[in-house]
């Protein structure tokens, strides 16, 4: 039985460690809010004096950086992505699992042998292949590639073979269709492993820098990792207190959306698979 | 079970269709309500992009015949060699090797399109553009090493290396965390090497390549570890643009940081510290470290890409060339702090020394500027410079001219490795 | 009802179309192009069989030289970085999963936030608490009596700054997944194991370690492919210096395509890469597995 005593040793612990964890977004916050002067002249962590100049900067007319059109496109190329990558993995591992495919046991031992590949090897030819085809700068390199990963499919694959094919047997007897087994009787089951899927995808394609930075080249495509990378060399280097604001504003969605997704995300992060 | 194949068919080729805008290359593209457009790809995401926008803006609303669209990229040279663009701002020092590599065209015929010669401008430009066969840049700006100074703590601008040592004496007396000058180990090392190398009047240019393995560059270049192992006008342990970072602190108690009077520094931070020392704030030439005066510049062009040939689209190109080059726009660019090479602009700019200061006061360094010797990929073969031995110079303590010599070796050697790289032997 | 071999082609196809698109060709693509020499304005300039390979891999080159300057880097990333990113992890789950119930969603997500801030904020927050020249950081251990490092321009504290970046970026992923793993023990397994009175050690090490066993293993060989790509941090907080010593393999192959124009150098390096990280995973796999 846990004593009131390790409650309260933990509870301290946790809170100091949190505070640390806490301290780079509290200064983030806060130096947003400093002048340039001050930004740069001194480091105590609360400003001197309040200006809310670098925001109305970002989203003043004469804004140099579209960074809520970047965050539209961070949301777009995510959705979609990750939309892309678990449409096409549910019904190629179910194909795998249970149908009669040809050639199955090799299209399987692809999906694990591409697995160890990592995506450096893809990335340049890839790239230039874009380019061949004149589809740089586009929405389609943004969201597109990611389908090919075989993560999915071999997380999907085991863990309907482990699952036993009971229920689809007494479905397909009662003359259900293809359709309606996948709807009502395939998806149920699978669900804890592609909300899996779904987190893992979303926040590989959020957190991509190298390949988005390489194929976008115009403001209006850029997302929101890449413009702010644009901005942190670019007009926003020499004042942090700016940088700082760009970053919050780039930030704070995804913060939002990650406090109130987060019981999901935990829920949907079994080991399903993993194990 | 058909309803199931067609959605996803239909779903998927919705999606490639939503994908799916990529331009088309070739010909001239124009707009839907028919006009010319062209893409003008720069550099500019510092504090100056926004005055070459006010350009562009200008010039998209001046007419209705044509339209910039303005690229503006932190890696616009990626971008350039991966991408399809019409007009493109190219370094003079970077002119040689997209020559070579076929990327850019003479520009001639486009200047006199425009009304342009070489001769409007100042003739520091024509060495910088002007090749045995063509000239392939406009001549935008020179933006030479500059020495800002905080007149709180040094009233005077300081002229040479002598009145370094004096001020950082007085400042060290005053506080020991004040200092002359800061050096740093990263940034804008390309300035301090090339502007060791002219004072010191040292030619690096050696056939295709730069040779630095040669004592005299290693004298020139001791300069800089003296000033911060031996005469203390600078901070040890200066990082990336720490020359600027210490201009703009702040020595206070509680506080660990280090503050200099002088920063020798870009054009490019006039905004930021114009802004916090109004007033204080002073603006030299490069003072003389070695012996004689000189100081090294980098230089922005505008260079006509090989895959222009359409006669519309250099039509609108020469348009919009001449409308940048009219003194009344071209003084927004001297605005951001560059200073311009088109000599009319100049004149125009001299008559109001208070809106243009810095841009005036680069233009008297015009005479002593040089730029970097036409090589092929001059950034590649300066790259080991850059990142290690300038780091070393100034890190290093015990660092002995011997150790330096044998980094230069290594500079050169690959220096020659990337010239023999260059596709016209 | 039997489904038919068309049907199941047809639902396996936008899977194959996008992997043959997007991986297949890339792949073989990539290896074409590394067989050749390729510039990046010139094209192909020829086939030229292995001659690149050998070149990557002489040592007597420029190429080669900073090829295995990226690798040893890269490495020195990961042998030292895998270990406090893992651990870190697990310890921070432990100490969630220990939490009274009703703090512990509130602790959960505050070291889980932090994997939401994008690689290129991360950089910029930690490029300016830990500037050397009287940085936050700096002058926090300067009220500690603690002499100010030169966090971003000197050996080993550079690498330290980026350890401390990723390890502050990148937890709260891992955490998660060890939380999952915690939750799923079953802790009448103490009471079987006869440990109930044992000391705490020794419960993690006949009990919970044994029951997590699959994810530790899952979470390592991720993060250890994760700190191989390492690009974004050095790029943006230490710019590969001071002295290219934070130069991962990554933006070396990177200016060897774009600012050397050498496509077909470049690609030759990240095959190798790319061969040099499967034998790792997979021979962690091996070790992982082998009992089984």
Redesign the interface.
């Known amino acids: 039985m846990k004593s009131k005593k390790k409650d309260i040793t933990v509870t301290l612990i946790s809170t100091g460690v949190a505070l640390i964890f806490l301290l780079p977004i509290v200064w983030m916050i806060f130096t947003s809010f400093k002048e340039l002067g001050e930004s740069l002249s001194t480091s105590s962590l609360i400003p001197k004096s309040w200006t809310i100049e670098n925001y109305t900067s970002i989203f003043g007319a004469d804004a140099d950086a579209p960074i809520l059109t970047w965050l539209m496109n961070t949301a777009i190329v995510t959705t979609a992505g990750t939309a892309l990558v678990v449409f096409v993995d549910v019904l190629a591992a179910y194909t795998l699992a249970r149908l009669n495919l040809p050639g199955k046991k090799i299209f399987l031992s692809i999906v694990v042998g591409a697995l160890t590949i990592p995506g450096i090897v893809t990335l340049f030819p890839a790239f230039f292949l874009f380019r061949e085809v004149g589809y740089l700068d586009t929405y389609a390199p943004l969201i597109l590639p990611y389908s090919a990963g075989t993560m999915g499919v071999f997380l999907i694959y085991n863990f309907l073979r482990d699952f036993p094919r009971d229920l689809e047997e007494a479905a397909i007897i009662d003359g259900a269709n293809l359709w309606h087994i996948l709807r009502h009787v395939i998806m149920p089951t699978i669900k804890p492993v592609v909300a899996t899927l779904t987190v893992i995808t979303f926040l590989a394609i959020y957190n991509d820098f190298l390949w988005p930075s390489l194929v976008t080249s115009s403001d209006d495509m850029k997302t929101a990792t890449v413009g702010l990378a644009n901005l942190i060399q670019g007009s926003n280097f020499v004042n942090p207190g700016k940088m700082m604001a760009s970053t919050v504003v780039a930030t704070v969605p995804a913060l939002i959306i990650f406090i109130f997704a987060n019981k999901y995300f935990v829920r949907s992060v079994t080991n399903t698979g993993i194990k | 079970m058909k309803k199931v194949l067609l959605s996803t068919l239909l779903v998927g080729s919705l999606f490639l269709a939503a994908c799916g805008n990529g331009s088309g290359g070739g010909n001239a593209n124009e707009t839907e309500d028919g006009k010319v457009q062209i893409t003008f790809l720069n550099g500019f995401t510092g504090g100056d992009g926004g005055y070459m926008k006010k350009i562009t803006d200008g010039f998209n609303e001046s007419q209705d015949e044509y339209l910039v669209e303005e690229v503006q990229d932190k890696d616009h040279y990626t971008k350039f060699k991966t991408g399809d663009y019409d007009l493109v701002v190219i370094h003079a020092n970077n002119l040689e090797t997209y020559k070579q590599d076929g990327m850019i065209q003479d520009i001639n015929p486009l200047m006199e399109q425009a009304g342009l010669s070489i001769g409007d401008f100042h003739e520091a430009a024509e060495n910088l553009v002007t090749f045995d066969d063509g000239t392939y840049g406009i001549p935008l700006d020179i933006h030479p090493l500059t020495a800002f100074y905080n007149k709180q703590l040094s009233p005077e601008a300081p002229e040479n290396y002598e009145d370094l040592v004096a001020l950082t004496e007085e400042l060290q007396s005053q506080d020991p965390n004040l200092y002359a000058a800061g050096v740093p180990n990263a940034g804008l090392v390309e300035y301090y090497i090339m502007t060791a190398a002219i004072q010191n009047n040292i030619e690096l240019l050696d056939g295709n390549h730069l040779n630095f393995a040669q004592e005299e560059l290693a004298d020139a270049l001791m300069v800089y570890h003296d000033m911060v192992w031996k005469d203390n006008i600078s901070p040890a342990g200066l990082g990336l643009d720490g020359e600027f970072q210490a201009f703009m602190k702040q020595v206070e108690e509680g506080n660990t940081g280090v503050q200099t009077a002088v920063a020798l520094t870009g054009p490019w931070y006039y905004q930021a510290v114009s802004e916090t020392y109004g007033e204080d704030l002073g603006i030299t030439s490069m003072p003389q470290i070695g012996d004689e005066p000189g100081v090294y510049g980098g230089s922005h062009t505008i260079a006509l890409p090989s895959s222009v040939t359409d006669e519309k689209e250099m039509e609108a190109i020469s348009a919009f060339v001449e409308y940048m080059y009219q003194p009344e726009n071209l003084a927004n660019w001297a605005e951001s702090g560059q200073a311009p090479l088109h000599t009319a602009t100049l004149d125009l700019i001299a008559e109001d020394p208070e809106k243009y200061p810095l841009a005036n006061e680069n233009a008297k360094q015009f005479d002593t500027v040089t730029g970097a010797p036409q090589v092929y990929q001059f950034g590649e073969q300066m790259r080991y410079m850059i990142e290690n031995v300038f780091s070393m110079l100034v890190t290093e303590e015990n660092l002995t001219k011997e150790d330096l010599m044998a980094e230069l070796q290594i500079a050169t050697d690959n220096a020659q490795q990337i010239a023999d790289t260059a596709p016209e032997q | ?5 068309i ?6 196809l ?3 179309i ?2 043959v ?3 297949a ?3 073989f ?2 290896i074409y ?1 590394s067989l050749h020499e390729w510039s ?3 094209g192909n300039g020829g086939f030229v069989g292995l001659e690149n390979y050998i070149t990557v891999l002489s040592g007597d ?2 190429f080669s030289v900073s090829f295995y300057r990226g690798l040893e880097n890269t490495l020195v990333f990961v042998g030292f970085s895998v270990i406090p990113l893992v651990l870190v992890s697990l310890g ?1 789950a432990l ?2 999963n ?3 119930k009703k ?1 512990k ?1 509130f ?20 490029k ?2 830990f ?6 950081i ?2 926090v ?3 500690l009596n603690i002499a ?1 490092l ?1 966090w ?3 050996q080993p504290y550079a690498w330290i700054t980026i350890l401390i970046a990723t390890v ?1 970026w990148t937890i709260g ?1 891992n955490m ?2 060890f ?3 915690l939750d ?1 023990v079953d802790y009448n397994l103490y009471e079987a194991a006869g440990l109930d009175g044992a000391n705490w050690w020794k419960k993690f090490r006949y009990v919970t370690f044994p029951s997590i066993k ?2 530790f293993i ?1 979470v390592l060989m991720t993060t250890i ?1 994760a700190s ?2 390492l ?2 941090q050095t790029l ?1 907080i ?7 010593s934070t130069q991962s393999l ?1 933006m070396v ?2 200016q060897v ?7 077909g150098i ?2 030759t390096m ?2 190798i ?2 061969v040099i ?2 034998v790792i ?2 021979a962690q ?1 091996w070790y992982a597995y082998r009992k089984d």
């Open positions: 009802m039997k489904i038919s071999k049907w199941s082609t047809v639902m396996y936008p899977f194959f996008c992997f698109l997007f991986w060709i890339p792949v693509y990539g192009i990046l304005f010139g080159n420029m921070l100490l969630v220990n939490i009274p703090l969603v602790f959960r997500t505050t070291f889980f936030i932090s994997y939401a801030v994008s690689v290129t904020a991360v950089s910029a927050i930690f300016w608490l500037t050397g020249n009287g940085g936050y700096n002058n251990l300067n009220t100010p030169n971003l321009n000197e502050w992923y998660i997944l939380i999952n793993a799923e699959g994810v899952f492919i191989f790509n690009y974004g943006l230490t710019a590969g210096g001071p002295q290219q990554i192959i990177q395509v774009f600012s050397q124009n050498n496509l470049g690609t990240a095959v890469m790319g990280m499967m995973t997979g796999y």
